[in-house]
Every structure is written in structure tokens, then in C-alpha cells.
């Protein structure tokens, strides 16, 4: 898994609220597996939007679709990109390293404030990082239902078990 620790830290630095969801999420609660690029929800209004937007900038991420990246923070165009073209995820890319990219869901799959209450929070070398709860990494991962996300729900139902045991 390529690093982001610098994509937290500056996200954390510039107070952007978001969450780890996805593979980077999996690995983070205790799963090892391989995955390459980051999925954050994090606040779809637009200032919080206009400031994730600005972050992901200033460290050199790009849009990959070709279209504005301030775009997907006007909640009418993101909303059109959703209906009338099934955008899922606006991903970015890092231009100095192929194995960067970070993906922005365009909706949010379990309302926001709840992903962020029930958060786990996971300790990267005294960086705090917000990543989505097992029962919400369950309720992604069966919705998205690809063979990788199968697998997931077979992990993470395992770790998940094996903590209610202590």
C-alpha cells in the first residue's frame, strides 16, 4: 500500500473532517491486504468540500476526470455527475507517483455525522487518523459486492467477532 500518512496530516493539519473507508480502511482496523488507493468520505458542503479540494491541491493531487476539481464541490454538479453519469467516487491522482490516488465518495453512504461519532480512531505514529467502524466498512463493502468486497466482509466480520470475544 503506497503511504498517505502526509495526505492525514495535512487533511488533520488543515481540519478537514473525513473518514478512511475502503481497502486503506480494512488494512487500518487489522487485515492485511494489499490496496492501492485511498477512499475518504469526508463533508460534501461546500466550504468543507472547497477545503479537502484545496489540501488534495497544494500536494499536487489531480482531478482525473478532466473537469475543474472545485467542480465536485458545488453540490448541483456533483448531483448531476451522481444521477446522470453514476458517479460513485471523484478520483485524483498523485502526477509523482502512479500509485497515489485518492477517491472522494460523491454521496455519502451512511450519513456523515454517524461515520464520523463512530469512528475509530487509529494511532499512525502519534498521527490520529479517523477511520469508518467495522459495522459501517460491512455496510460499504457488502453494498459495493465485488469479489475483493467479499472477501472484506469475511475479514472484517472475523476481526469484528474477535473483538467482541474480549
Not at 67 to 86: H, L, Y
Not at 99 to 118: K, Q, S
Request: charged residues 25%; without cysteine.
Amino acid at each position: 500500500m503506497p503511504g498517505y500518512r502526509d495526505v492525514f496530516a495535512s487533511l488533520n493539519d488543515a481540519g478537514i473532517r473525513y473518514v478512511v473507508v475502503g481497502g486503506v480502511a480494512v488494512v487500518l482496523q487489522g487485515h492485511a491486504r494489499m490496496t492501492v488507493d485511498l477512499d475518504l468520505v469526508i463533508d460534501l458542503a461546500v466550504e468543507p468540500a472547497l477545503a479537502t479540494l484545496d489540501v488534495l491541491a497544494d500536494m499536487g493531487f489531480r482531478p482525473r476526470l478532466p473537469v475543474p476539481a472545485k467542480d465536485f464541490a458545488d453540490p448541483s454538479i456533483r448531483a448531476g455527475w451522481v444521477s446522470q453519469r453514476n458517479l460513485q467516487v471523484f478520483s485524483f491522482f498523485d502526477p509523482g507517483d502512479a500509485l497515489r490516488e485518492i477517491d472522494l465518495f460523491a454521496t455519502h453512504p451512511v450519513p456523515f455525522e454517524d461515520m464520523v461519532a463512530d469512528a475509530d480512531h487509529v494511532d499512525l505514529g502519534g498521527l490520529d487518523v479517523p477511520v469508518a467502524s467495522i459495522p459501517h466498512l460491512l455496510l460499504l463493502k457488502r453494498a459495493a459486492g465485488r469479489p475483493q468486497d467479499a472477501a472484506d466482509v469475511v475479514a472484517l466480520t472475523g476481526l469484528l467477532e474477535a473483538r467482541e470475544k474480549r
